[in-house]
């Protein structure tokens, strides 16, 4: 009989809408008084690119130097127990192979931006398309907009 008088009191809640006591919406008037420094409307996919992948580097090198230097105080802090040294020398010794793996990614990442002739890590002078002001072309050598020369009439 519990069940039946939870089950029935249950669907009633569930079927039941409940009323909505909202304001409103009033309109939200926000004035920005000093915009983020490099942050614009033209910010092209390159430079969002380039930056997202420049903070990816540095903040994966702070969890790398923050893990070797948790590994070394629990070396320090483990007092000759066996277990807290071997798990400190994992500790450090996964830390180092991290920098490792994050070395050769950027090593790579560098690699492939020498090969492309683009730097990844810095696409700010990788043009998007239109670009180029009037009176200038884009350059594949020089991965940037130049000025085309004007005929003297």
Do not use: Y
């Not at 409103?24 to 930056?51: E, F, K, W």
């Not at 277990?83 to 090593?107: N, P």
């Not at 090969?115 to 700010?124: A, P, Q, R, T």
């Amino acid at each position: 009989m519990k069940k039946v008088a939870a089950l029935i009191s249950s669907l009633g809640f569930l079927v039941t809408a409940a009323t909505a006591f909202a304001v409103s919406p009033t309109p939200i008037s926000i004035r920005v008084v000093a915009p983020l420094q490099g942050v614009n409307p033209s910010t092209t996919i390159g430079t969002l690119l380039s930056n997202i992948l420049t903070i990816v580097f540095v903040l994966a090198a702070i969890v790398v130097l923050f893990m070797l230097i948790i590994g070394a105080f629990q070396w320090i802090t483990s007092g000759g127990d066996k277990e807290g040294v071997e798990s400190a020398r994992k500790r450090i010794t996964h830390a180092l192979i991290g920098f490792a793996i994050l070395a050769l990614a950027f090593l790579i990442v560098q690699v492939v931006g020498q090969m492309v002739n683009i730097n990844i890590l810095s696409l700010e002078s990788l043009p998007t398309l239109g670009q180029c002001g009037p009176g200038q072309t884009f350059d594949p050598a020089a991965s940037k907009c130049i000025d085309v020369a004007k005929p003297t009439p």
